[in-house]
C-alpha cells in the first residue's frame, strides 16, 4: 500500500509556472505506475499526464508541449512542472498511482488508479 501527499500548488498568473510535488510512501514505489489528474469545480476528474515505470511520460492533448511529468523512485517522488499556466488549469490537482507488474503499463482513466492523494489547489489568474 501507498499514501500519496501532493504539495506545490497555489496561485498563478497567467504565463507563469508552479511545480507541484507528490510524495509517496512504501518501499515499492517503483513498481507504481503514477498518474496527476485534476478537478475543475463543476467537472469531472480528467486525466492530465501519467508515467509509467520505465519513464515514458503521456499527456492529455490540453497539457501537451506545457506540463512535463517525472519521477524520482529513490526519493519516492512524483513532479508535473506547468508551464504557461492558463486560467482553464485552475483545478485541484490529484496524484494518483498503482502497481503494476509491466514496466510500460499505463491508464488514462480514473478508475484505474488505486491510491489517491487529498489534492493541491492550483488557482491561475490575474
Known amino acids: 500500500q501507498v499514501q500519496l501527499v501532493e504539495s506545490g500548488g497555489g496561485l498563478a498568473q497567467p504565463g507563469g509556472s508552479l511545480r507541484l510535488s507528490c510524495a509517496a510512501s512504501g518501499r515499492t514505489f517503483s513498481t507504481y505506475v503514477t498518474a496527476w489528474f485534476r478537478q475543475a469545480p463543476g467537472k469531472e476528474r480528467e486525466f492530465v499526464a501519467a508515467?509509467?515505470?520505465?519513464?515514458?511520460?503521456y499527456y492529455a492533448d490540453s497539457v501537451k508541449g506545457r506540463i512535463t511529468i517525472s519521477r524520482d523512485d529513490a526519493k519516492n517522488m512524483v513532479y508535473l512542472q506547468m508551464n504557461s499556466l492558463q486560467p482553464e488549469d485552475t483545478a485541484i490537482y490529484y496524484c494518483?498511482?498503482?502497481?503494476?507488474?509491466?514496466?510500460?503499463?499505463?491508464?488514462?482513466?480514473?478508475?484505474?488508479?488505486?491510491?489517491w492523494g487529498q489534492g493541491t489547489q492550483v488557482t491561475v489568474s490575474s
Open positions: 508515467i509509467t515505470r520505465r519513464g515514458q511520460t
Open positions: 494518483a498511482a498503482r502497481p503494476t507488474a509491466s514496466p510500460d503499463a499505463w491508464w488514462r482513466s480514473r478508475n484505474e488508479y488505486d491510491y
